[in-house]
Nanobody, 118 residues
Framework: QVQLVESGGGLVQAGGSLRLSCAASRRTFSSYCMGWFRQAPGKERERVATINKSGTSTYYTDSVKGRFTISRDNAKNTVYLQLNSLKPEHTAVYYC???????????WGQGTQVTVSS
């Protein structure tokens, strides 16, 4: 199972930006669809964005379209999530995930906290 380590979270003011990174342990990183989920306090974990193995196809949940961008660098075994124009409602723990398909994810990182102040 691929091991994932997220970084880049923190406290930012509304309107600010953050870049989350997720480093994967396996050299077969390019064999995995990668994704970002988030879980806000008192809410269920939700899918934020996914990117296919080659990086040529992405998915975003409606609430982040135009604000967040997912990308990957297969040479560095890393997936990124650029968060722009942040709002307090974006506050959550953001989790990196991997799956052999983009419909089923079974590897998870420990999460990184994103807090947006108003």
């Amino acid at each position: 199972q691929v091991q994932l380590v997220e970084s880049g979270g923190g406290l930012v003011q509304a309107g600010g930006s953050l870049r989350l990174s997720c480093a994967a342990s396996r050299r077969t990183f390019s064999s995995y669809c990668m994704g970002w989920f988030r879980q806000a306090p008192g809410k269920e974990r939700e899918r934020v964005a996914t990117i296919n193995k080659s990086g040529t196809s992405t998915y975003y949940t409606d609430s982040v379209k135009g604000r967040f961008t997912i990308s990957r660098d297969n040479a560095k075994n890393t997936v990124y999530l650029q968060l722009n124009s942040l709002k307090p409602e974006h506050t959550a723990v953001y989790y990196c995930t991997a799956g052999l398909t983009c419909t089923r994810f079974d590897g998870w990182g420990q999460g990184t906290q994103v807090t947006v102040s108003s």
